[in-house]
């Protein structure tokens, strides 16, 4: 999934600075017992923010300055959704996902890790999960995801993904053949929308890991 770029702080690793990609950031910090790092959504704020305090910038929501066209354009989101993201660690790597109520960020849904996964394949069951869970309750509100291949894949109800089967991800390529198996067995008017990361910051399921 396209993601706006970013550059991380690393006040406390085995290197400290601003690293323009999560990579060489999580070179840092990985091993490191009580490293301190987090993601600034440009590089003067990132700069700013090293030469001061962790504790001063942790917890605290990022900002990034958003064109009135932009806004024109994409609006505010509906608050009356839910919104799913998914998160690995690796690629594949340890993997789960997740769906929230757009508003509250009150977790509906949580399931992982699962030991071999991928991100496309998280947010894929993501969306189907959220899409029974709505119909299930009868509910109007849409669904919310950052993910144009998941959106992609949930169209053409199959999860196109290049991972192999093997004995390490038998669970999770169980749950794609229900998630498919229910796209092609069942009918939903849900709304599924793309969020727009770049105006409205980070998806409210998201992990917060980057």
Same mark, same amino acid.
């Given at each position: 999934?396209?993601? *706006? &770029?970013? $550059?991380?702080?690393?006040?406390? %690793? &085995?290197?400290?600075?601003?690293?323009?990609?999560?990579?060489?950031? =999580?070179?840092?910090?990985?091993?490191?017992?009580?490293?301190?790092?987090?993601? $600034?959504?440009?590089?003067?704020?990132?700069?700013?923010?090293?030469?001061?305090?962790?504790? +001063?910038?942790?917890?605290?929501? #990022?900002?990034?300055?958003?064109?009135?066209?932009?806004?024109?354009?994409?609006?505010?989101?509906?608050?009356?959704?839910?919104?799913?993201? *998914?998160?690995?660690?690796?690629?594949?790597? =340890?993997?789960?996902?997740? %769906?929230?109520?757009? #508003?509250? @960020?009150?977790?509906?849904?949580?399931?992982?890790?699962?030991?071999?996964?991928?991100?496309?394949?998280?947010? $894929?069951?993501?969306?189907?999960? %959220?899409?029974?869970?709505?119909? /299930?309750?009868?509910?109007?509100?849409?669904?919310?995801? +950052?993910?144009?291949?998941?959106?992609?894949?949930?169209? /053409?109800?199959?999860?196109?993904?290049?991972?192999?089967?093997?004995?390490?991800?038998?669970?999770?390529? +169980?749950?794609? @053949?229900? *998630?498919? !198996?229910?796209?092609?067995?069942?009918?939903?008017? !849900? @709304?599924?929308? /793309?969020?727009?990361?770049?105006?409205?910051?980070?998806?409210?399921?998201? $992990?917060?890991? @980057?």
């Amino acid at each position: 999934m396209a993601k *706006a &770029k970013k $550059f991380y702080v690393v006040w406390k %690793g &085995k290197h400290t600075g601003v690293f323009e990609s999560w990579v060489d950031c =999580k070179a840092q910090i990985q091993g490191f017992q009580g490293a301190q790092y987090m993601s $600034f959504l440009n590089f003067e704020e990132a700069k700013k923010a090293y030469k001061g305090n962790y504790n +001063d910038y942790k917890g605290k929501k #990022k900002t990034q300055i958003v064109s009135p066209e932009m806004l024109k354009k994409f609006g505010t989101p509906n608050l009356n959704s839910i919104c799913v993201d *998914a998160a690995s660690s690796g690629n594949p790597g =340890k993997m789960e996902y997740r %769906g929230v109520e757009t #508003k509250s @960020k009150k977790v509906l849904f949580h399931k992982g890790p699962f030991p071999d996964g991928t991100s496309n394949i998280g947010e $894929f069951l993501a969306l189907v999960h %959220g899409l029974a869970f709505l119909q /299930k309750q009868h509910s109007n509100r849409i669904i919310y995801s +950052d993910s144009k291949i998941a959106i992609g894949w949930i169209a /053409k109800k199959k999860c196109n993904t290049k991972l192999k089967p093997s004995s390490k991800n038998k669970e999770l390529f +169980d749950l794609i @053949k229900r *998630a498919e !198996t229910w796209l092609n067995t069942n009918s939903y008017t !849900t @709304k599924i929308v /793309k969020w727009e990361t770049k105006v409205w910051g980070e998806i409210p399921a998201d $992990f917060g890991r @980057k």
